[in-house]
């Protein structure tokens, strides 16, 4: 019993030696004004999840790099830091886009099967591009109907 409390504690505090740090994932605290010169954003945008995906729904999970995904807009949001932004979302080359600034992965329903794509553009608070990542998927056939 004593060596195997031992073997948990020891697990349990041992760190992989490529272990990151939060900050290294979700970047700076925003609590903290950023004092250096910051990082050119940038967007990473997953393929569509697999298993929704075979039933016609896509989920597409993003984030972003060097800018924290905040629903604040206008002249003064500029001056925020870290930066602040939002990203734009066009499905199939629309000519139209929508904005997005909850950080959460898009899903689409009710594509028709066959080829589509998906463009992501990162934008800062006055809807200025800083980055765009593209992800092109297809939606198969399926006899499933969608809720």
Do not use: C
């Not at 800083?130 to 809720?147: E, M």
């Amino acid at each position: 019993m004593k060596y195997a409390l031992a073997l948990l504690v020891a697990f349990a505090f041992a760190a992989p030696a490529s272990a990151q740090t939060a900050r290294d994932i979700v970047g700076p605290a925003g609590v903290v004004p950023w004092s250096a010169p910051q990082l050119p954003a940038r967007i990473i945008v997953d393929p569509p999840l697999p298993g929704p995906l075979a039933r016609g729904q896509v989920f597409i999970q993003y984030r972003a790099d060097n800018l924290r995904i905040q629903p604040v807009f206008g002249p003064n949001a500029l001056d925020v830091s870290p930066r602040i932004g939002h990203i734009h979302v066009t499905v199939d080359r629309a000519p139209w886009h929508w904005a997005d600034a909850s950080g959460e992965p898009v899903i689409l329903v009710g594509l028709p099967p066959g080829p589509h794509e998906v463009e992501f553009i990162l934008a800062d608070a006055n809807h200025m591009p800083l980055d765009r990542a593209v992800v092109a998927f297809t939606v198969p056939a399926t006899t499933t109907p969608h809720h």
